[in-house]
C-alpha cells in the first residue's frame, strides 16, 4: 500500500505512512490558498496505530464541528492507543472537518459548506470537498471497518444511537448490524436516509466497507453519559474486529428501530419558540400533544399546539428553543 498518494490522485499529503507500524501522529495537509497565503494549508490532526496482522479500522468525529462526544472520545483514543494491543491498523481522524471543529459550528466557516453532504468529493473543489475526496480516493479503500461519530450538535439532542443504511447487499447488511451490536448504543437505528447520498457512510457502504454512523447526544454539549458510551462503544468495536483483545462489553441489548417516514417527524409551520411537551426518551403517542409554540411577533395571538402523528419513542428532540419554520422539533422512532 502507498504511503503517501501522488498529486494526481489528490493534492491533500498526508505526514503519516499508512503502511508503517507503531504509532504515528501528524496531519493531513489540505491546500488552502488564501490572499496572503498562497500556498497555505489547513492541518487535519491524525494518528495512526498499526501493529502485527489484522484489519483496518478508520475512526472518524468531527464531521460536524458542534458534536462533541466523538471528538473527546477520539482525542482519549488517540493519546492512550498503544501499538502492542493493537493487531491490525486503527486511523483516527478526531477532528475531521476541522475548521469547523474549531469554530465550534456544524458548517464550514470556510464556504458554509456541510462536510457530510460533500462525498464523493473533489480534488480541486476546495478544502470540503478536497478532503472528502481523500477520505473517499485514499483512506476508505485501504479500511476494512469504519465509524463516523456525530451527535444532534447544537440543535437537536437524540437518543444514544448507532445508524446504519437498509441495504440490499444482505451480507454487507448483516455485518452491519454485527457491528452496530457489538457497539452496544441504547439504540440501533436502520434507515433509508434522505439525502443520503453525498455522505461519509453512503460512501464507505459503496465500496464495500462494513460502516456505521452514529448519533450520540447532542445539545451543543459534552453529556458524560452520552461520552461514556461513546468510548465504551468504540473499544468494543475494535474487540469486535479483533484488532484489540477480548469480547465487546455488552450490556443491555441494544434496541432496533427506525423512522420511517415523515409522518414519525413533527415540524414547525413558522417562525418561533419552542416548548416541548416531552422529554428525550419518553414514549408518545399518535394524537398528543407534542407541544407549543409561542409566536413573539404578536403578543395577542395564542400559542400553537403541535401534536405527534405518530406512536413510539421520542428519539430526537430540539434543543434550542428558537426555530425557524420547516425545523423538525420531535423525531419518533419505531421498534423494527
Known amino acids: 500500500m502507498s504511503a503517501r498518494p501522488s498529486f494526481a490522485v489528490s493534492p491533500v499529503v498526508a505526514e503519516v505512512d499508512f503502511a508503517a507500524r507503531g504509532r504515528q501522529a501528524g496531519h493531513l495537509r489540505v491546500p488552502q490558498s488564501r490572499d496572503d497565503s498562497g500556498w497555505g494549508t489547513i492541518p487535519v490532526p491524525i494518528v495512526v496505530v498499526a501493529n502485527g496482522s489484522g484489519p483496518t479500522m478508520l475512526l472518524t468525529a468531527g464531521n460536524h464541528g458542534d458534536e462533541y462526544e466523538g471528538q473527546v472520545a477520539l482525542l482519549d483514543l488517540a493519546r492512550t492507543l498503544k501499538p502492542e494491543q ?43 470537498l478536497s478532503l472528502a475526496h481523500y477520505i473517499d480516493s485514499v483512506l476508505l479503500p485501504l479500511c476494512d471497518y469504519q465509524q463516523d461519530l456525530h451527535s444532534g450538535g447544537t440543535g437537536m439532542d437524540i437518543v444514544a444511537s448507532t445508524a446504519g443504511h437498509v441495504l440490499d447487499d444482505a451480507d454487507l447488511q ?33 465500496r464495500g466497507v462494513v460502516a456505521l454512523s452514529s448519533e450520540l ?26 484488532i ?61 399546539p403541535l401534536s405527534y402523528a405518530a406512536t413510539g419513542l421520542l428519539w430526537c428532540v430540539r434543543h434550542a428553543g428558537r426555530v425557524k419554520v ?11
Open 174 to 206: 448483516r455485518r452491519t448490524l454485527a457491528m452496530a451490536d457489538a457497539f452496544n448504543a441504547p439504540v440501533t437505528m436502520l434507515l433509508r436516509e434522505v439525502n443520503a447520498g453525498p455522505t461519509l457512510l453512503a460512501q464507505a457502504e459503496a
Open 326 to 336: 420547516g425545523d423538525p422539533v420531535a423525531v419518533i422512532a419505531r421498534d423494527l
Open 244 to 304: 484489540l483483545e477480548g469480547r465487546p462489553e455488552i450490556t443491555t441489548p441494544s434496541r432496533r428501530m427506525t423512522v420511517p417516514d415523515l409522518a414519525h417527524y413533527v415540524f414547525a409551520p413558522c417562525d418561533g419558540i419552542w416548548e416541548a411537551a416531552d422529554m428525550l426518551g419518553s414514549t408518545v403517542e399518535a394524537g398528543a400533544q407534542a407541544g407549543l409554540l409561542h409566536r413573539i411577533e404578536d403578543p395577542s395571538a395564542p400559542a400553537i
Open 217 to 242: 447526544g447532542g445539545g451543543g454539549r459534552l453529556n458524560p453519559a452520552n461520552l461514556a458510551i461513546t468510548k465504551r462503544g468504540v473499544a468494543n468495536l475494535l474487540r469486535h474486529a479483533g
Open 86 to 128: 493493537v493487531q491490525g491498523r486503527v486511523i483516527i481522524i478526531p477532528a475531521m472537518h476541522y475548521p469547523a471543529c474549531a469554530a465550534g459550528k456544524r458548517l464550514s466557516p470556510l464556504d458554509g459548506r456541510d462536510f457530510n453532504r460533500c462525498f464523493p468529493g473533489d480534488p480541486f473543489g476546495g478544502f470540503a
